[in-house]
């Protein structure tokens, strides 16, 4: 695999740490700025790459020409042609720049992959934790005082006579972690891609990281956002950190090699920077990709499914990195199917089903959508507990909840627990427990949403 990369910046350097990106050498008088041909990807040989090699490889083909015109022995004309591959071989390789061939990265994954866990001294180590450190508490990007950061207003998209997204209303602040939850083709992708400005809404409006939405601010949008998809959509044959000076350049960025460290540094993957990414883990994989998205220092991220596929470890990291997101003030679009991630990471949810059916923070739409209840279990059922229940405050209604289990429903829980416990004790209940009832993001998730959509619409 080829050595090209080294250490990346000056503590870095001091300390031995591996470089990131390419490590492009002073010029030297005479120097070409880029190499005439390139070795190919596939097969061998070389391929012109600037202007100059495609003027020797078109003289070569006409004298190619000529001489066959010319020259009428077989023997002669094979002479001829294997004298003229070998001239183009001959200037290809002496005309070409140092490219590693990302054939042999492919075929080193396997060592890569297995290899033994790198050795480093206390002073590499604490240049990695610094950098990270740096990475995680950088100054927050805010958008302007009062403003928010994505505003929608009666979003609509259909495609021919279906209607992926229909009347869609809602707001999301910076610094933010806004969830979007719902069924499959109930249109959380559609919406990304809307807001990404990748396809044009069918009618509505909408304000993304403070720009108008319309096809004229498509590109000052997209400076500022940035999105990662469910497919990482990595190129497998090339490393890491190639992979981001890739995506680096198609953004346009300057202070390329400081971005790219940095976003390394943020998903913990400095050392897995020459690694191939067709040998990494999915869970790896998605970091990558996170790491991509925070090339351009985006204001809005949009994340669909991070988690999607991943085991719990690497579940539990892509988490912590959403968190420090937030801390550096990064407004976050995440779209989800865990449930209980969205309960724990979102500030506020939104559940659609084509349309918008609620919004609003967990514990609200519990509240919004169940009455307050205490969950009481008894060793035996208790002989007329509606005697029992009937004469304790604050309880408004209560039904059976399996065998010496009772669910009341209750006013305040915190006021009708005390009472309710003296009630059961007077009427001689072993009491096992006595506990408020909390709805999961999933009751109310279930409550809201009885349709498969995808399936309706097959």
């Known amino acids: 695999m080829s050595t090209r990369w080294v250490a990346v910046l000056p ?22 700025s880029q190499p005439w041909f390139v070795r190919r990807r596939y097969g061998v040989g070389y391929r012109p790459l ?32 294997l004298a003229l591959v070998a001239v183009y071989t001959a200037v290809g390789w002496r005309l070409s720049g140092e490219r590693q061939d990302v054939g042999d990265a492919v075929e080193e994954a396997p060592a890569v992959a297995a290899r033994e ?19 995680w508490t950088s100054p927050p990007r805010r ?5 928010d950061a994505i505003i929608v207003e009666g979003l609509t998209k259909r495609f021919g ?3 992926a997204l229909g009347d869609v209303s809602f707001s999301v602040g910076w610094g933010e972690v806004f969830g979007f939850l719902g069924p499959n083709g109930a249109g959380k992708t559609t919406t990304v891609r809307t807001l990404g400005t990748l396809i044009a809404p069918s009618a509505g409006s909408a304000v993304v990281a403070g720009i108008p939405l319309s096809p004229e601010n498509a ?17 497998a ?52 990709a996170i790491a991509r998205a925070l090339l351009s220092d985006p204001r809005v991220l949009f994340l669909d499914e991070p988690t999607s596929g991943l085991d719990p470890v690497a579940s539990r990291e892509v988490h912590e990195l959403i968190a420090a997101l937030r801390q550096r003030g990064v407004t976050i679009f995440l779209t989800t199917h865990r449930l209980e991630e969205a309960e724990r990471m979102c500030d506020r949810v939104a559940i659609l089903n084509t349309t918008l059916r609620t919004v609003g923070r967990p514990d609200e739409l519990r509240e919004r959508l169940f009455a307050q209840s205490l969950a009481v279990t008894t060793v035996a059922p208790l002989d007329a507990p509606e005697r029992v229940f009937a004469g304790v405050p604050g309880v408004d209604g209560w039904h ?26 007077a009427a001689g209940a072993d009491v096992i427990s006595i506990g408020e009832r909390r709805h999961s993001l999933e009751d109310v998730y279930l409550e809201l949403i009885d349709e498969d959509v995808e399936a309706s619409r097959s």
């Open 400 to 425: 059976p909840d399996g065998a010496g289990g009772y669910e009341l429903t209750v006013s305040d829980p915190r006021a009708a627990a005390p009472a309710l416990t003296r009630a059961l004790v």
């Open 237 to 288: 044959r090339l490393t890491v950190a190639e992979n981001l000076e890739f995506f680096a350049g198609l953004y346009g960025l300057a202070d390329v090699r400081t971005r790219i460290e940095q976003a390394l540094a943020t998903v913990n993957l400095v050392e897995r920077a020459d690694d191939p990414c067709s040998s990494l883990s999915k869970g790896l994989k998605q970091r990558v």
């Open 117 to 135: 866990p790198v050795e480093r001294t206390p002073e590499q180590v604490a240049v990695i934790a610094r950098l990270r450190a740096e990475a």
């Open 161 to 163: 006579e279906r209607t």
């Open 143 to 147: 958008g302007p005082t009062g403003d």
């Open 11 to 32: 503590a870095v350097e001091s300390a031995g740490l591996p470089r990131i990106v390419p490590a492009m050498p002073p010029p030297e008088l005479g120097s070409r």
């Open 219 to 235: 590109v000052a949008i997209r400076s500022r956002i940035a999105i990662m998809p469910e497919a990482p959509g990595l190129y």
């Open 50 to 81: 600037a202007w100059q090699g495609w003027v020797i490889a078109g003289v070569l083909v006409a004298a190619t020409i000529v001489l066959l015109a010319v020259v009428h022995a077989s023997t002669a004309r094979i002479i001829v042609v």
